[in-house]
């Protein structure tokens, strides 16, 4: 059986701009229902979110059959996590809060086999197909995708180090975080916290790495693509709930009134 291809790592390495929606709902029935919209990727979040890697395996199985790719973000940049997450067959990861080259050659580790990293090593997973990929343990890496997200001021410090660590693919600039970290908490679309975010893009890549944000503000996210951004998340799963259920119900409260 052939090594599963990574489609998304393959795309942004052309940078080809990949569209995005971010998942925070667990369940496999949501993640099925978004799997056909149109999206180049969904975002399963386990950092801001009840999700985990029980609840991620049924949503990863969920999407299989359709023209979308997953992509996964573990709680932390912690090496256990990341094995189990690659272990159950994620193959793209984006781990949060990542401030230094130190942090970013961390997570580049936990998701190589030994002798060039420290991932754990078990012939028997659904990343495997159950020992029927030959030369997993060889190969893997190949379809592995790793991006890093930056969300703090130190991490904007060091963002032309994180670039140059072999084995990032690619660089997430986290609006949210970031916002608090430079004073403005709450305030994604401040003017200090918009430059700071173009800046960064900008700076990726000039850096030579594909960058990729979340927003739900779609003049912004616009303007993040014109930029340069490669991996671009334009609307959260819970945000596009709760917004819109509020605004059918206000359209017949407003008639009731």
Known sequence: MKLPENRFKRAIAERRQQIG????????????????????WLLFDTEHSPGDVLSVLPQLQAVAPYDVSPIIRPASNDTVLIKRFLDIGAQTLLIPYVQNREEAQSAV??????????RGVSGLTRATRFGRVGGYAKRAHEELCLLVQVETGEALESLEKIATVDGVDGIFIGPADLAASLGFA????HPVVISAVEDAVERIEKAGKPSGILTPNIAFAHRCISLGTTFTAVGIDA????????SLARQFQEQGS
């Open 239 to 246: 945000g596009i709930l709760a917004r819109g259920t509020e």
């Open 186 to 189: 709450g305030e994604p679309d």
């Open 109 to 118: 580790a936990a998701m190589r086999y030994p002798p060039d990293g420290v």
């Open 21 to 40: 929606l971010w998942c925070s709902l667990p369940g496999s029935y949501i993640a099925e229902a978004v799997a056909a919209s149109g999206f180049d």
